[in-house]
């Protein structure tokens, strides 16, 4: 969400920082519903005021006997306050349309970020270890071969108790999935300094709007018959602990974690991924937030990369991270780094997670603050949030990257106990 004023002060570097994105010049636009706004609210204003003084004068008339000029200053007060209960439901319409129009429009990205149209505009920022050599000489497998051959995928079993994109884990394979998740909430709370949360998995619509899911991306969301939905990340909950909030200073960096599940319809999807546990309707993500000054978001963005980096370092596996580009980035971002892991069952990269700062572009649609110690004045937050990682692509990753030739799994050491010692799955 943008400050219609900073819009009117800067409107040509808002459009070409739109125009990085991809996105149509708007300010014109904005600026257009502001001005009929604002020019209704001072009619209105104008209304008050001649209402407050011809009802001044009614009573000056009436004090003088001139009972015809009452009566013309008591219909023209009547007038007036029709028209004001008129107009203060035009001026809700009027805000409500501005800021409909503002809602939809994307952050504006940080003059560091590359502009291109798409993916294959992003830029490589590093790469850690090495691709894995396998000893045996057949192609490497899947995650869902090794899992199924293994009894510990059942891809149809959810399929009739679920449908499409969902998976039945089982034995240690489960029991690998679980161990992951543990291990990440573990190594986030210990280690990096992140407050575990166990936030609700549903929420209204205002946590989402707060964070940018609404109105603008609802088909990608499970909707319950009570108005709730399904969370697609916890970092809605978990950033909207200070909506509406003034913090003080010193509570800042605030950095809190959830390992929770998610749910996502994949609604722009189709045909992508159908195979297997890549792109799933509900799965676990170990999410990391961070609400920090504006002077610090985009150093914590680094730090938080760092904390993601971690798990995948402490698993052994190889990856790369991305900077994305301005048309592939997030509605949401100002910065977006993509960490992809390598899956040689697939002999390709893909995105186990996303870290990403989004300056005061979230604060202001949850009215969050903070006071500094200098001043009475509070100013808005910056938050950011990373995939801290998500499980299920982790569990993809260990399988492909640790199998053996015989078709078993060794167990990542970092993981054993987690799984009561057990050094290899078969």
């Given at each position: 969400?943008?400050?219609?004023?900073?819009?009117?002060?800067?409107?040509?570097?808002?459009?070409?920082?739109?125009?990085?994105?991809?996105?149509?010049?708007?300010?014109?636009?904005?600026?257009?519903?502001?001005?009929?706004?604002?020019?209704?609210?001072?009619?209105?204003?104008?209304?008050?005021?001649?209402?407050?003084?011809?009802?001044?004068?009614?009573?000056?008339?009436?004090?003088?006997?001139?009972?015809?000029?009452?009566?013309?200053?008591?219909?023209?007060?009547?007038?007036?306050?029709?028209?004001?209960?008129?107009?203060?439901?035009?001026?809700?319409?009027?805000?409500a349309e501005l800021e409909a129009a503002?809602?939809?429009?994307?952050?504006?990205?940080?003059?560091?970020?590359?502009?291109?149209?798409?993916?294959?505009?992003?830029?490589?920022?590093?790469?850690?270890?090495?691709?894995?050599?396998?000893?045996?000489?057949?192609?490497?497998?899947?995650?869902?071969?090794?899992?199924?051959?293994?009894?510990?995928?059942?891809?149809?079993?959810?399929a009739r108790l679920s449908g499409s994109r969902?998976?039945?884990?089982?034995?240690?394979?489960?029991?690998?999935?679980?161990?992951?998740?543990?291990?990440?909430?573990?190594?986030?709370?210990?280690?990096?300094?992140?407050?575990?949360?166990?936030?609700?998995?549903?929420?209204?619509?205002?946590?989402?709007?707060?964070?940018?899911?609404?109105?603008?991306?609802?088909?990608?969301?499970?909707?319950?018959?009570?108005?709730?939905?399904?969370?697609?990340?916890?970092?809605?909950?978990?950033?909207?602990?200070?909506?509406?909030?003034?913090?003080?200073?010193?509570?800042?960096?605030?950095?809190?974690?959830?390992?929770?599940?998610?749910?996502?319809?994949?609604?722009?999807?189709?045909?992508?991924?159908?195979?297997?546990?890549?792109?799933?309707?509900?799965?676990?993500?170990?999410?990391?937030?961070?609400?920090?000054?504006?002077?610090?978001?985009?150093?914590?963005?680094?730090?938080?990369?760092?904390?993601?980096?971690?798990?995948?370092?402490?698993?052994?596996?190889?990856?790369?991270?991305?900077?994305?580009?301005?048309?592939?980035?997030?509605?949401?971002?100002?910065?977006?780094?993509?960490?992809?892991?390598?899956?040689?069952?697939?002999?390709?990269?893909?995105?186990?997670?996303?870290?990403?700062?989004?300056?005061?572009?979230?604060?202001?649609?949850?009215?969050?603050?903070?006071?500094?110690?200098?001043?009475?004045?509070?100013?808005?937050?910056?938050?950011?949030?990373?995939?801290?990682?998500?499980?299920?692509?982790?569990?993809?990753?260990?399988?492909?990257?640790?199998?053996?030739?015989?078709?078993?799994?060794?167990?990542?050491?970092?993981?054993?106990?987690?799984?009561?010692?057990?050094?290899?799955?078969?």
């Open positions: 969400m943008f400050d219609i004023k900073w819009i009117r002060d800067n409107a040509a570097a808002f459009d070409q920082a739109l125009a990085k994105r991809g996105h149509e010049a708007s300010a014109a636009r904005l600026i257009a519903l502001d001005d009929a706004r604002r020019s209704h609210i001072t009619r209105l204003q104008e209304a008050q005021e001649r209402r407050n003084a011809a009802s001044k004068e009614i009573g000056k008339a009436k004090g003088a006997g001139d009972d015809a000029r009452a009566a013309e200053l008591i219909e023209e007060v009547a007038q007036i306050k029709s028209f004001i209960q008129s107009g203060e439901e035009e001026e809700r319409k009027l805000n503002l809602a939809v429009i994307p952050n504006l990205p940080h003059d560091d970020v590359p502009v291109g149209e798409d993916e294959t505009q992003n830029v490589l920022l590093k790469t850690h270890g090495e691709k894995p050599v396998f000893p045996f000489t057949e192609t490497p497998r899947e995650h869902f071969d090794l899992g199924e051959a293994l009894d510990g995928m059942d891809f149809s079993a959810a969902f998976v039945v884990l089982k034995g240690q394979i489960a029991r690998l999935e679980r161990a992951l998740g543990q291990f990440m909430i573990d190594l986030h709370t210990r280690d990096h300094g992140y407050t575990e949360v166990s936030p609700p998995l549903l929420v209204h619509q205002d946590p989402l709007y707060g964070t940018g899911q609404l109105p603008k991306f609802e088909e990608d969301l499970f909707r319950t018959t009570t108005d709730h939905y399904l969370i697609p990340t916890a970092e809605v909950p978990l950033t909207n602990l200070v909506a509406g909030e003034i913090l003080a200073e010193d509570q800042l960096p605030l950095r809190v974690a959830a390992l929770t599940y998610c749910f996502r319809s994949e609604a722009g999807s189709a045909g992508r991924d159908t195979r297997g546990m890549l792109r799933q309707h509900q799965f676990q993500k170990c999410e990391l937030v961070s609400v920090t000054r504006p002077e610090e978001s985009l150093n914590e963005l680094e730090r938080l990369l760092g904390c993601a980096e971690k798990v995948l370092q402490d698993l052994g596996l190889h990856y790369r991270v991305m900077t994305l580009c301005t048309g592939d980035m997030g509605f949401g971002a100002r910065k977006t780094y993509d960490i992809e892991v390598w899956l040689p069952g697939q002999d390709t990269y893909r995105e186990i997670s996303s870290c990403s700062v989004c300056g005061d572009f979230q604060a202001r649609r949850m009215n969050a603050r903070f006071r500094p110690a200098d001043s009475k004045q509070p100013q808005h937050v910056h938050t950011l949030n990373g995939s801290g990682i998500a499980v299920g692509r982790a569990l993809i990753a260990v399988l492909e990257n640790y199998q053996n030739g015989d078709g078993t799994i060794t167990v990542p050491e970092v993981l054993r106990p987690y799984m009561g010692g057990l050094e290899t799955i078969g």
